[in-house]
T-cell receptor, first 115, second 114 residues
């Protein structure tokens, strides 16, 4: 069964510091991986996705993630945190086999950005 | 990206009444729509998957008679919470997908049952 694990339910960084949010996946077949951001009382916005092309994926708002098969990881990074980055971040996995595939979400990481 | 509109954004209802939540794909036709439930400070839990013109597929533990899903067209799916009770209070989110893997999410509906 597919799953993703997000290490650290809460991450706090200073404004301007590096952001690193961790995601490890478990699957028996090559996955598609996603990072979403959720602001309070809102839906999810796609930050970036990995779909078996380039392993380093660049997304919106300066975020990027690298797919590392050997480590089964897809960590999200941003070189310099901004106050507006404070939000909940979810890693998710699905598989490229037919339509209607489900997204399985991690438990989420709350990012706090401090002055 | 594509736009998914969910309505209402929030709703308060009395215990025992039913509430309908709409999910519309505004600029694309969605062959598949998903309904999620999110408890405070928790992740999204998939409730059901619906395909246009067919019955929804419910996840284990989700009461299909309580959470009625109708996907009558390629741009509209509805979730009706029947005979709502306070424990049904939650944040409900829909997502829609065309052929392919990317899903687009609605803005969510905060349901409070009093």
């Amino acid at each position: 069964a597919q799953s993703v694990t997000q290490l650290g339910s809460h991450v706090s960084v200073s404004e301007g510091a590096l952001v690193l949010l961790r995601c490890n996946y478990s699957s028996s077949v090559p996955p598609y991986l996603f990072w979403y951001v959720q602001y309070p009382n809102q839906g999810l916005q796609l930050l970036l996705k990995y779909t078996s092309a380039a392993t380093l994926v660049k997304g919106i708002n300066g975020f990027e993630a690298e797919f590392k098969k050997s480590e089964t990881s897809f960590h999200l990074t941003k070189p310099s945190a901004h106050m507006s980055d404070a939000a909940e971040y979810f890693c998710a996995v699905t598989f490229p086999t037919g339509g209607g595939n489900k997204l399985t979400f991690g438990t989420g990481t709350q990012l706090k950005v401090e002055l | 990206g594509a736009v998914v509109s969910q309505h209402p954004s929030w709703v308060i209802c009395k215990s025992g009444t039913s509430v309908k939540i709409e999910c519309r794909s505004l600029d694309f036709q969605a062959t598949t729509m998903f309904w999620y439930r999110q408890f405070p400070k928790q992740s999204l839990m998939l409730m059901a998957t619906s395909n246009e013109g067919s019955k929804a597929t419910y996840e284990q533990g989700v009461e299909k008679d309580k959470f009625l899903i109708n996907h009558a067209s390629l741009t509209l799916s509805t979730l009706t919470v029947t005979s709502a009770h306070p424990e049904d209070s939650s944040f409900y989110i829909c997502s829609a997908r065309v052929e392919g893997i990317e899903a687009f999410f609605g803005q969510g509906t905060r349901l409070t049952v009093v």
